[in-house]
């Protein structure tokens, strides 16, 4: 049995602390105010900022960045912050932007092994993610989530979904993986040059993938602080309350700069 500690720092960005490591996850550090462009006519206010500078982090063990082309995933100062981290860990084409002197990358289902010989190892599998609609990935580029599993798991893996939707790709984990915990990227995207179409989980894609994985622990994130998450807590806490007793259980919300501890 081990006991984990996550705190959320805004966004889709977490710092969490476990047998001695300290992963960060999609930095996040820009002050609010900016707009960013997505690509493709998009782009999006960051109307909160991080409940940590990134000088208060203190050191990294390995960045789990689902993807590096999104400044809502990867900022200017989350970007200055990745040469100081002991690892980088992200899609293939990320990797190479970002230079493979310092970022890993990682396919669907490839496996990284975080071990330094001095406290307990940590395999990390990459897990497939689709950032939008079929055929949207030439568009939105590549994406990956993060299974995190070590020895004395008692509930299972900790899971870090990354930007996806529900699709087959991500129903495969609740096949091939045990989930404990599952830090759930949500938020239902959505830009106004392209209409209805969703690049995130909305909540109801949350509950449906939750009685597939069926995890102890769910910490909901990527759903405040930028004008494209179209779903906020409230409506995703509504849309729980409807969900099966065991979800509504495993619900475990941090405000943001709230730390929790979680037996895995």
Known sequence: ???????HIGGPTALIEVNGWRLLTDPTFDAPGRRYTFGWGSSSHK?????????????????LLSHDHHADNLDDAGRALLPAAGVV????????????GHARGLEPWGVFALDTGDRPPIQVTATPCRHGPPAS???????????????????????????????????QVADR???????????????????????TMTAKDGVQLLEL????????????????????????????????????????????????????
Request: glycine residues 14%.
């Open 47 to 63: 109307a909160a900022g991080p409940a940590l500078a990134a000088a208060d982090i203190g050191p990294i063990d390995a960045v």
């Open 1 to 7: 049995m081990t006991a984990i500690r996550v705190t």
């Open 213 to 264: 994985i069926k995890p102890h622990t769910t910490i909901p994130i990527h759903y405040e602080g930028w004008s494209h998450f179209r779903q906020q807590r409230s409506v995703i806490e509504q849309q729980f309350r409807a969900a099966p007793v065991g979800i509504q259980d495993s619900l475990q919300w941090l405000d943001i700069g709230q730390s929790t501890e979680i037996t895995v």
């Open 137 to 171: 990935r030439p568009i939105t580029g590549d994406v990956i989530g993060f299974s995190l599993t070590w020895e004395g798991q008692q509930h299972g893996a900790f899971w870090m979904s990354g930007d996806t939707v529900l699709y087959s790709g991500i129903r």
């Open 177 to 199: 993986i045990k989930i404990g915990t599952a830090l759930l990227h949500l938020g239902g995207v959505q830009f106004g040059v392209t209409g209805p179409i969703r690049y």
């Open 89 to 100: 860990l992200t899609t293939v084409a990320g990797a190479g932007r970002l230079g493979r």
